[in-house]
């Protein structure tokens, strides 16, 4: 008989499937609270805080999750407020169904206090998430002062008073719901309002549709919805990245998977009971004249700077508004807005039609080349025409822009040759422009043109470069009269650029169209007629047959969208002409062009323009009130004359990408669309994993089946890293090789005696101590039998001997332990670096924790005590034949030699001006165990070191470092400990190299007093820096 599993004394009882659901969906409301208590400090500092209450740890959340909160929250108190303002003889009830911590109640209470009076506001939620509020509101006196007559009880109505309730209901429950609605108001005479942001849509969706329409039945009531949107199928990134959150934290969204779209809410309501329904999608709403002001729109500008409006408005059109009412006779509080399906565009003109193609229309296919590891991803960056190497044809960089974690100053390398993918280090240029993104790059000739671009919103840069192909190398030029990003160039021919309007800082847009050239440098043109508004990211590209035109004609293109200073996209399209440039006063003309079927297609904000053959090729970017379906992502345009016809080009992408921010050029007969990424809200980032190559329609590319397929297809060749901080350091004085010096061995056999060594805050190597029998234990069969062969293991995998973190010449794999020892034992680059197996983001490693079947062979010696009390981390190191990358700790460490051997370069602090180390960043490129005997390395002091198994080297703070095997497999550990009693950076430090806080606050300080210069002339600013800079350096 089998013995029945029973619940052993003293713990509490396993939760069911259910439970578990619903303690997930609870526990979405707590992100929910920090975000708009994020939202409520910045953008409302002159009204009265309610989350406060509710968030023990405030968050400054980032502009967009700032933003998007805002427009939510928006989009309820317009609701509401109408809701309250409107006359009505009735009581008026506000329900918020599935409150979770939201003050709704009292920021109407305090906001709209003659509205509100007489009104009941009512929360439900959870039962248990509802004690929890109640406990709140009881203990704050600014929360419960501002309620009368409260009672509080144990049943389904937990906090009773005139002016607000409090019910523990589960939703679901529609018996008790209608009982416990029915206990604290009269429903026949009373004016309700049902509110549901993003609550109801965790429920299973017929006990929504159940609840939807129980509301429905209610003598008089309204329902206000707000939920997400999937409005271009699962498939598309944002949507794919936003269900992936929810499904892992289990918090399935129910309803957008039946009802995906505005027109399926529509009809679900209506199905429900409801005939008159309002429906707008967030980014509709953003620029609707009814809901925000021009005002309200600026002055959000004024609190944080903000330029991620792509993302913006992909969050947007992810998530609706939604007002419903039973009957046609109450006003509608929102005009219904249809947004057409993709079959309403079958009018407009293909663009294989314009080039003759017989019927049926071809599509094109989209050639993918996946990216290796991490290389590739990078928005907002642009492309300029590089020479191949040898005699392959002309190659494609893409420079600068956002990378993985940080803007870059590398380009990443494209051709249509079979090169396999390498990292290569610097070569030509000795000085590069800085790292930034939303800058311009303009062929013209054999240079290319760099202008403007950004950091941070608020920090535009004047600069301008001239790429040289040939000689690979850049040239600084006449900077902007003003800072500038988010503009648009294009060649007009002769080595002429001209540049749009654009961004100046996060408040300021341009009004100055620009002429360049290399003798007259940077022309102001004069405008004849009527000015199009000024606009940022707009499509701005000139359509000249050839840019090499003789200039003294006038030279025509097409402006069309971008985002005007009311913070909206633009529809309009106008056509120019530039004239005069000869005569150094060059002039252009804009005519408006009228409306066009598919004009909105092209009036967008952030999209690529390419002109070939008479047509203009738009790719990627976000149009206005609705997201691009997938198959007008590509649109085809003819100029003619005055005209504009649209055509769709239908796409046959695999997999799907996200056209924000890519890099597109042309590249002979085929269109390269390059990285691309997008932040999908708090949902995660998504990142483009690949290039997709596509032949021009009117090329001769091959045709098979009904389809055109690109003839050849490009791929990412390399990256190639900046060298500028580099090649820009200061010149030895000797240019003979540096002479090594060999670390010292040291018997300790006191704790004295390793204090001695702490103070001398030199490197030296530690012998004949006890370690433990790992010494003679830890073989690759022993550690694969305790720590697990099967246990997965994150390592890095080199394409190289010596890594390289700047350019990231490695991947991190997760691999077997067992596999990943036995392909050491091969000779293949791995290395791993443990982190800590329960939270490796966040908590250093602790071999006594992370690898406890193994801990306990090794062993400080007691005479290091010091070490073991004030421990950091003790990561344990395992490696195959590849060199870790010139770096320096600033927690000072002991590495303790297991297995096999190695040699370790260390170089003294002072040494950093030498190497190569960018500011801010504890890791060089330069490979100094090649470089060791050359020039660049003169007058630098290296120390060596060779180890042994036994043997410990102690690592001063700030000792410059990098280790190469000398035989096999490498086994270490390495114990990182404080030995500063103050001023390691604040938070998490998890692998011990964080600079010290002094140094952090340093660099802020010093962006500070640069930006304090930046109106003044070059040759000013430079002096009075220079000035700055002696005088920091005499303090050293």
Known sequence: MRESKRQLPGRPAAKSKAQLQDDSIMG?????????????????PNEAHFFRYFVKKPQRRSPLINRGYWLRMKAIDHVVRQFLEKDSKKQKVVINLGCGYDPLPWQCLERYPAASSGVRFIDIDYRDLMLKKRAVVQSISELNSMLTNTEVSDN???LRSDQYIQV??????????????????DVTKCSILFTAEVSITYMNVEAADALIRWAGGLPEARFCLLEQLIPDGEDHPFSRTMMAHFDKLRTTLGAVRKYPTEEAQQRRFEGLGWSNVSVRNLWQLWSSPDFTTVEERISLDRIEPFDEWEEFALFGCHYFLLVAEPTSEVTQLFSLVIIPEPDTVQHLENILELSDVPEPAFRLEAKFSEYTKSHGLRRFAAAMSIKGNGRSRGRKGVFGGMGLTTRTDSW???GADHAEFSALDPQGSAVVPSSRMCHTITDSGG?????????SPDNASRECWLFHRWLNTWERVDDLPFPLYRHQATSVGDGYVLISTGRIDSQTISEEYLVWNRYSGWMKCGIEGTRPPPSYGAIFVSTAAEPSVNLSSSSDGILAGGISNNSCLVEQVWRWELSGIYSQKPMIQFHKLPNFNGMQLITRFGASAIYRRGQLYVTGGVIKERILKSSEEICGFNIDGKSVSVGVIRLDFAPRPLLIGPTVFAAGSSLVITGGSAVCFSFGTFWNKGSYTIAFPDSN??????????AETWRLIRTVAAEGRTKALETPISTSPARIVSVPRALVETAADFNQILESSNPAIIENVDIGPCLTKWTTEYLKEKIGSEREVI???????????NSKNFGYTTKRFGNFMDQIQEGQRLYLRSLSTDKPSEQPADISKDFSSIAPDFQLPPELAVVTENMHSSPLRISGPVNMWLHYDVMANVYCQIQGSKRVLLFPPSDVRHLGFEPGSSSSQINVFEELKSPRLAGTSPHEALLQPGDILFLPSLWLHTASPTSGINIAVNVFFRSLSAGYAAGKDVYGNRDLQAYEK????????????DNLPRDVRGFYLQRLADELKDKV
């Not at 679901?172 to 209608?178: A, E, I, K, M």
């Not at 340093?1002 to 210069?1013: C, M, P, Q, Y």
């Open 28 to 44: 979405t409301n707590n992100s929910s609270i920090v975000s708009k208590r994020s939202v409520e400090r910045l953008y409302f």
């Open 156 to 158: 389904d109505v937990l």
């Open 168 to 185: 523990g209901c589960d939703l679901r429950d529609l018996g008790v719901l209608d009982r416990v609605l029915g206990d604290v108001v």
């Open 412 to 414: 990443d390398e494209y």
């Open 447 to 455: 240079v290319s043109l760099l202008v403007g671009g950004r950091t």
């Open 701 to 710: 590319s091959e045709h098979v089946q009904g389809s055109v397929k690109a």
């Open 795 to 805: 390592v890095h995998e080199a394409t190289t001997q010596h890594m390289d973190f």
């Open 1002 to 1013: 340093g660099r802020r300080d010093i962006a500070r007093i640069v930006k304090s210069f």
